[in-house]
Nanobody, 127 residues
């Protein structure tokens, strides 16, 4: 069983930065092949943003965030992070994390199922 909780969202101006956290309250992130970050903007499909493998040795990013976002993990803290820089209004979305089977591809990322998702944190980029 895995219970994930996202935090760190908020309102930020274009060009600003935020760091999101995905913490496991129940279970251990190290038990899963990878942890993925996803986002869903209003009226749009959910999309994969980034992924980090079990060991942290493999990361992957959507083209839209490459060079701006950095994913990392701290297994001792049972947490995965998403550092987001140079944010723009198109990054506005609810950001969710989930346990995934592989980080080889961002689209798609195959999750372990509905019980392995957090509820999300809202990121709003606006002046």
């Amino acid at each position: 069983q895995l219970q994930l909780v996202e935090s760190g969202g908020g309102l930020v101006q274009p060009g600003g930065s935020l760091k999101l956290s995905c913490a496991a309250m129940i279970g251990f992130i190290s038990d899963y092949k990878g942890i993925g970050w996803f986002r869903q903007a209003p009226g749009k499909e959910r999309e994969g943003v980034s992924c980090i493998s079990q060991s942290g040795g493999r990361t992957n990013y959507a083209d839209s965030v490459k060079g701006r976002f950095t994913i990392s993990r701290d297994n001792a803290k049972n947490t995965v992070y998403l550092q987001m820089n140079s944010l723009n209004p198109e990054d506005t979305a609810v950001y969710l994390c989930a346990a995934v089977y592989s980080c080889d591809t961002i689209a798609p990322m195959h999750d372990y199922g509905n019980d392995y998702w957090g509820k999300g944190t809202l990121v709003t980029v606006s002046s």
